[in-house]
């Protein structure tokens, strides 16, 4: 006779009693520091809680500039130092209002429609949509493939309303979202469906080589949708890009002004944490990218701080996997190290940056992919979206021998293209630069990052966390 184990029920209610009893509770404080404003989070505990923080964030377009971050035991609580993208404190009441509530509202599932027409305006990652058929590809970069790939969408009657995609590593992520052409709805039959997939699978597979991994996914509208940059991460990670990433070799003391990324993983045994330390170029949402793998890697940080002087950033992470196992084997260390460089590296922007703005029509994603593959250029990086007659988006472009594009390629690209074509920055190596000025606000001067004195989690989080848990109580 078979012996079952026992096996005791746990009401699913259960595990969400402690947020009943103890709902998140959020302060804004615009007193405490001229420069930034304050947003201090006290709440229960639970896995990636800190990036569904962080994320509510970032889609606001705000920029962080430090945080302090504690959660041990099943209670944490982080403090974020925000400004708007021109280095402002923000002081606008119904944005204020929107954060606090969708900071609670985050733990159970978003903020609600009240809150989002409190604000006045969508919220969430530009140039993406939640409410079509989701068109996933990744496969190996080459000239002309997101041209190929609106193509096929053309001819099979397909509207691309949003897109977005990224290039690492000779390898390319794409997440175009797709509807009916005609109809306007989204596309869910399986019928067609599975015809989209066939082809774009012979486009996709068309220029690999044997062995080159490749996949092609659509997905049809679902409650719960992955965050799409989150997705993209996890795209490229699934793509494997992360394999040839490569930090500078120097150590921690060979970074004075160095532009690689630094990563270090120790062990603070006495804690049984793994610690992670990581300095690079600082840049927007580098924050956000740094916990998509973490938290995506199955690890919890337990404690962290993170701040930024000049143009440099430098994050501390205590960290356990979920099984509460640190990471003990150099297998270990290495692959996190390269998944996080990976991660940093992959939103960095490489070629002419051109801002789109047009009339949205059927087919312009092809159009627009068309021009710039006749003209020879290759799409590096890429957002379009539409509102409602008008279509915005922005293109990271360069010529085939990744050079910069000439004055009079840009000119015959306008007069194809139509409508506003506004050259942004060239040749920027980084993500733009005007978005990240205000993360050097938190600092008196620009200066080397070997002369800012050794920045320790040990020696400042519990300070700044002992000093700042008072004020929860006012909360």
């Known amino acids: 006779?078979?012996?079952?184990?026992?096996?005791?029920?746990?009401?699913?209610?259960?595990?969400?009693?402690?947020?009943?009893?103890?709902?998140?509770?959020?302060?804004?404080?615009n007193d405490a520091y001229q420069d930034c404003t304050l947003v201090k989070v006290d709440s229960a505990n639970k896995h990636g809680i800190l990036l569904e923080m962080v994320q509510v964030l970032t889609d606001l377009e705000l920029v962080i500039s430090k945080s302090y971050i504690s959660s041990d035991g099943g209670w944490f609580?982080?403090?974020?130092?925000?400004?708007?993208?021109?280095?402002?404190?923000?002081?606008?009441?119904?944005?204020?209002?929107?954060?606090?509530?969708?900071?609670?509202?985050?733990?159970?599932?978003?903020?609600?429609?009240?809150?989002?027409?409190?604000?006045?305006?969508?919220?969430?990652?530009?140039?993406?949509?939640t409410e079509n058929t989701a068109l996933e590809v990744t496969g190996v970069d080459r000239p002309g493939l997101m041209s190929e790939i609106s193509a096929v969408l053309y001819e099979l009657g397909c509207h691309v309303p949003a897109a977005v995609a990224w290039t690492h590593k000779a390898r390319a992520a794409c997440i175009f979202y797709i509807e009916d052409g005609l109809e306007g709805r989204p596309i869910t039959a399986p019928e067609m469906l599975a015809h989209v997939e066939e082809q774009l699978e012979i486009v996709v597979g068309a220029h690999h080589g044997e062995g080159e991994t490749r996949s092609v996914r659509l997905t049809t509208p679902?409650?719960?949708?992955?965050?799409?940059?989150?997705?993209?991460?996890?795209?490229?990670?699934a793509d494997r890009d992360y394999e040839l990433c490569r930090g500078?070799?120097?150590?921690?003391?060979?970074?004075?002004?160095?532009?690689?990324?630094?990563?270090l993983i120790d062990s603070c045994k006495e804690k049984g944490y793994s610690v992670v330390n990581i300095k690079c170029v600082d840049r927007p949402k580098l924050l956000f990218d740094?916990?998509?793998?973490?938290?995506?890697?199955?690890?919890?940080?337990?404690?962290?701080?993170?701040?930024?002087?000049?143009?440099?950033?430098?994050?501390?992470?205590?960290?356990?996997?979920?099984?509460?196992?640190?990471?003990?084997?150099?297998n270990q260390r290495q692959k996190l190290t390269q998944c996080l460089i990976a991660a940093i590296e992959r939103r960095i922007s490489h070629g002419l940056r051109l801002e789109i703005c047009t009339q949205n029509r059927m087919g312009l994603l092809s159009d627009v992919t068309r021009a710039f593959r006749e003209n020879g250029l290759s799409v590096s990086m890429?957002?379009?979206?539409?509102?409602?007659?008008?279509?915005?988006?922005?293109?990271?472009?360069?010529?085939?021998?990744?050079?910069?594009?000439?004055q009079r390629t840009v000119e015959l690209l306008k007069q194809e293209i139509g409508g506003s074509v506004l050259v942004v920055n060239k040749s920027s190596n980084r993500t733009s630069q005007a978005s990240?000025?205000?993360?050097?606000?938190?600092?008196?001067?620009?200066?080397?990052?070997?002369?800012?004195?050794?920045?320790?989690?040990?020696?400042l989080l519990w300070s700044r966390l002992e000093r700042l848990s008072g004020n929860f109580s006012l909360i």
């Open 1 to 29: 006779m078979e012996i079952i184990p026992y096996q005791p029920y746990i009401d699913p209610e259960f595990e969400s009693l402690i947020e009943r009893i103890h709902p998140p509770r959020v302060c804004i404080d």
């Open 77 to 129: 609580m982080d403090v974020f130092h925000v400004t708007d993208q021109l280095g402002n404190k923000l002081t606008d009441e119904t944005l204020i209002l929107y954060i606090q509530q969708a900071l609670c509202a985050s733990r159970r599932g978003g903020a609600s429609s009240e809150v989002q027409k409190c604000l006045k305006r969508d919220v969430r990652p530009r140039h993406v949509s």
């Open 222 to 237: 679902m409650p719960g949708r992955t965050h799409t940059e989150r997705r993209l991460h996890q795209l490229m990670y």
């Open 248 to 263: 500078c070799d120097g150590g921690a003391g060979h970074w004075n002004g160095c532009t690689r990324t630094h990563v």
């Open 290 to 330: 740094t916990l998509c793998a973490l938290t995506d890697l199955q690890y919890v940080v337990f404690h962290a701080a993170i701040s930024s002087k000049g143009c440099f950033a430098d994050q501390e992470y205590f960290i356990r996997q979920t099984d509460g196992c640190t990471l003990d084997t150099e």
């Open 382 to 406: 890429a957002e379009i979206g539409t509102n409602g007659e008008k279509a915005t988006g922005s293109f990271y472009v360069m010529d085939a021998s990744g050079h910069d594009v000439n």
């Open 436 to 459: 990240s000025v205000s993360l050097s606000r938190s600092s008196s001067g620009g200066g080397s990052l070997d002369d800012r004195p050794k920045f320790s989690l040990g020696n």
